[in-house]
């Protein structure tokens, strides 16, 4: 969602925009030129644009341009739609404020290094002398944290119970030797069940304890690191659903971050916020003794939220120093995924790592009982990477942290379900920031630099053709009884069936799930758009074809299914609902197989935007196709007959399958979301 610091342009400012800034609006929108109808009244796609930027409706672009053409608004629409402009009111709005954002900044995304301004490529600070700062007075001035006392929050019968602390580790002069001491400090007094510690934790500890013996001034000497341990109260948005702008969680509608751990309130009965959550998300505030008692003292408080988040999760998204996950890491929770598919590096706030941040993730990445932790892929297919990379970090961070994730350069091109790289994901993480902090966008705009760079020197294994071709229903080359593969480049070595091409695109390292620009995955077109066989009367593909091929791309025994299985489509549709509302029954009833049990009722109470559930839109479906049947009687239509009759005897069957599971046709909030 755009940052409400960007406010939407004004009718003047829409109208003043140069043919050239719309030229160059419709090349941000589809920057490798593959929108279709480019050419369609070139000469006024500038006007266009100007419109599209004044939130003019449709039908008012329609009236504005009668004088020059004579198209209906149905057909600016699909216009729009062609040149990826979204149409929902909504989205449009984010759209014209990133556009007009990125125009006045001169800071427009390019994808090639080589087309990239000048002046952004070369903002390296090994290469260029250090930028001025900004002016002062056109800045408000930042308020300064309070320096709160470590026992702050504890209730005064715990104080006489826990030993003499160190100075608050929220005070600047002491942040360069507070992880040593109160860390072995704790352990010293502490016999509980977080006192033990494996050969594990004391390698977290290990770093923790190294890094702190540096002195002040080598450590904490760049005003970054110095503002990661200052104080910050935590972000609650209880309406999207989410902590600190990062991890996910079940909207609630109730702002809980007023709530301290040591207050007896009860777990929240919408989402499960409990005073686990509570301490977790407020660490950063308290000191780390206080927190090793508060973890005892909450022993037998529930620690999962409805959503599946574990402590972990929220201490991620709380930017705390390394000593706080020391001595989380005994609960052995074992890092799990919530209902979101975000593990708790999806949430990482990196403020209060500083130059500990490298040696953290490494101990991620070689993990051997959980592998895959650092390219796991959420619902909206990000990656910790991409979470990551939307902090404004310093310009020395992004070479080391890229050398610590596997895979980096794959994962930086790697697309989401909205079509967006890593690149587009900061660049618009820098906007949200330009007007608040332009130091923080700067940086980020610095760590975009330095990506281009980095992928400049990669190779890209260019795979234009692979499993989203196949599910469109492309079936290669043929000639006069030759067919040539467009994967292998052979010629006969096997047929052009949807099957067999899937065979050699698996054989050739095509990648079955990654999303295209457009945002969709194979699984979600799979299921969505229609192919022919390859006979002479070009007959449908049959839903059992369709199971055939749906059950080659997603096999039981993958490890990665689950990513698969529970990513959504450009539209925000989960593949449940995309495969259901189409009456795909065979295919249903292997995906609700796959899910796991504890997320089964919430796969099949989904929701789409507007609210509907898929048992609401299944009963609309039934009923649509009773009509068609209908219709078929009156006229005598004997094919379509058969055809809605087929249909709605498979919608009748997977709206039992769903029912079984446990879809309900008005699902709460807790129940669409729910990990039981």
Known sequence: MASPSLPLPTREQCYALSDEQCRKILRYRDPEGKRTNPEWELEHQPELVRHYMNMLSFKQIEDAMKSKLEWSYKTYQNRYRDWRFPLDRFEREHVV???????????DYVPSPSSMNAQRLTIRPALQ?????????SLPPRPQPQIIPQDFFVPAHIKREIYERPPSRLSVSTTG?????????????????????????STIATIATTNSSVSNASQYGSPYILQSCQFRQPIHDPNSGSWNNTLRVIPCRINHSTLLWHDLF?????????????????????????????????RDTSRIDFAGNYPIHYLMSAGVGIEYFSSLFQLKDNFPRNVFGQNPLHALNPYGLGEQLTGFLGWFR????????????DMRYHTPLHALLQYPLEADTYRRILDIFPFAAQQLRALDTTGKNAIRLMNEASLKHKIESPVDFDKIQIGIAEIQQYLSSRPQNNQRYGFHDIARGARGLTYAGYFQCSICNQINAHSNSYLDQMICACANDRDLYAPDETGM????????????????????????QTAQLFKFLIPGDDPRQAEALHALDPAGNSLIYNI???????????????????RRRAAVNFCTKNGHSILEEMNRRIDDTSQQIHIANVTGNSRLKIVMVDMGRRLVKCRTLLRRAGAEPKPSVTTRWRIS
């Open 97 to 107: 404020r990133e556009l007009f954002g990125m125009i006045t900044s001169q800071e």
């Open 129 to 137: 002398p250090q930028p001025q700062p900004h002016p002062t007075k």
């Open 521 to 544: 995955t194979p699984a979600h077109a799979l299921v969505t758009l229609a192919r022919c066989n390859n006979d002479d009367e070009r007959t449908p593909e049959t839903p059992a």
């Open 177 to 201: 030797t507070y992880a040593s001491g109160s860390t072995n400090s704790s352990r010293a007094h502490y016999d509980g069940p977080y006192s033990s510690h494996r050969a594990s934790i």
């Open 580 to 598: 259901a509302t189409r009456g795909f029954d065979e295919i249903l009833e292997y995906v609700l197989q796959l899910t796991h049990q504890s």
């Open 366 to 377: 070689d993990r051997e009982d959980t592998p895959g932790l650092l390219i796991q892929r």
């Open 266 to 298: 009860d777990s929240c009965s919408i989402c499960g916020f409990s005073r686990w959550h509570s301490l977790m998300v407020h660490a950063n505030s308290i000191g780390i003794d206080t927190f090793v008692a508060a973890m005892t003292i909450l």
